[in-house]
């Protein structure tokens, strides 16, 4: 390594460094350095305080209006986010605990008499993560909990009842699901997921309905 001093010309004298004929400017240099520094202070590892996340996806339904049973098909979009907090320390894996909501929006299509109905779903409550922190860009998961409350509108009517109301049904803690995943770290603080989660739900009035939902998503999620 060579130094030596910029002619007259450059009033400021900056030293260069010639490292095998190419010359590196002080300024640069010191840019660089911290550029690197940063990066080795960001975490490839390690639980973030706070996730929220975003997804969307299809569904198998299994919706069972009374007697009679449909397979039906639709989408669904929604929101979680979580606080989350380290659980046990084994080696060089950690159990990432989430504790936050979630909120889901969406529909399934069936097929009675010839004719086509939809139903749209709206729920929202708790929900808990456990995520497996492993020395890799992928990490997997489990997540569950349940709805604190559910809205239905249904284009069938006569399931609702005769009550003149537009189709709608709704309860609170009527429903739970449970599933898992994998997250995919693509930069430190971004990640993309994808999970299967089954959903169930159960009404008793004014009468018997139950559905059970097969939903596959994917996502993208924030951490801080």
Known sequence: MLLRR????????AIEFSLGGS?????????????????ALVPVSGYALFDIGAYGGGNYTEYKPGVTKFDSYGGQYGFVAHLNTTGMDLWVIDLEIGIGGFFDRGNFYYTRNYNGYQVNKTSYGPDIRVLVDIPFIIDPYVRGGAAAGEQLDMTDFSIRGNDGSRGEMGHAWGAYYYGGGIDITFFPFLRFFAEYIRYTSTYKEPRNLTFIQNQLNLGLRLNL
């Not at 007259?8 to 004298?13: C, L, Q, Y």
């Not at 010359?23 to 990066?39: E, G, P, T």
């Open 6 to 13: 910029l002619g007259p010309a450059d009033r400021i004298g």
């Open 23 to 39: 010359n590196v400017n002080i300024k640069q240099f010191v840019i660089i350095a911290v550029i690197c520094a940063l990066c």
